[in-house]
C-alpha cells in the first residue's frame, strides 16, 4: 500500500463526506421548497448516510496498519475531528488563566454540521438532533473497538486502537 495515498485519504476523508453532505442537503432542500407551501418550515432531512459503513475502511485500516505514523494521522485526521465535531466541547481548564504574548491561540474546533445533519446511527434507534452528536460518537467508537478486536488485528494495532477509544471518553455501553 502506498502510505502517501493513505496519508491524502486521511487528510480529506471527512471533508469529502461533509461536502457530499453538504450537496446532499442543499438539493433536497431546494426540492423541497417547490413542493411544500411558503409559510411551512422545511422538514428535517432524513438520517441517510450510513457514516459507521462509510468508517469500516478506515477502521480496518488502523487494524492492519504497519507504521505508528500511519496509525497518528488516520486517528488524528478523521477520528479526533469527529469526537471534536459530534461531543460537546470539554472545559478548558486554561480558559481563566491569562495567555501570554507568544501563546498560541487555542485550535478551533472542527464542525461537520452537514455530516451531523445526515449521518444515521445504524442500530436503528431514532435520535433527536441533540442525542444525535454523542451517539454518532458512541457508535463511531464501538465500531473501531470492534476493529481492534478483529482477528487479524495485530497486539501493537490493537493496543494502539483500544488506548484511543478508551482515551477519548466515549462509554461504548
Do not use: W
Amino acid at each position: 500500500m502506498l502510505h502517501t495515498l493513505a496519508y491524502h485519504l486521511a487528510d480529506i476523508y471527512n471533508d469529502e463526506i461533509e461536502r457530499t453532505c453538504s450537496a446532499y442537503l442543499a438539493s433536497t432542500s431546494s426540492s423541497s421548497a417547490f413542493e411544500s407551501d411558503s409559510d411551512s418550515p422545511a422538514p428535517a432531512p432524513e438520517r441517510t448516510v450510513p457514516l459507521v459503513a462509510l468508517l469500516a475502511p478506515i477502521c480496518h485500516t488502523l487494524a492492519i496498519c504497519p507504521t505508528k505514523v500511519m496509525f497518528a494521522r488516520f486517528t488524528d485526521n478523521v477520528f479526533s475531528p469527529l469526537l471534536e465535531a459530534f461531543l460537546p466541547p470539554k472545559p478548558d481548564p486554561r480558559k481563566n488563566q491569562k495567555r501570554k504574548k507568544n501563546d498560541p491561540p487555542p485550535p478551533a474546533r472542527q464542525e461537520y454540521p452537514a455530516l451531523l445533519a445526515c449521518a444515521r446511527v445504524d442500530d436503528g434507534a431514532a435520535t433527536s438532533d441533540a442525542e444525535a452528536g454523542p451517539a454518532l460518537a458512541r457508535a463511531v467508537m464501538k465500531a473501531l473497538f470492534e476493529a481492534g478486536g478483529a482477528e487479524e488485528t495485530d497486539e501493537t494495532n490493537r493496543r494502539r486502537i483500544y488506548e484511543f477509544v478508551s482515551r477519548s471518553g466515549v462509554d461504548l455501553e
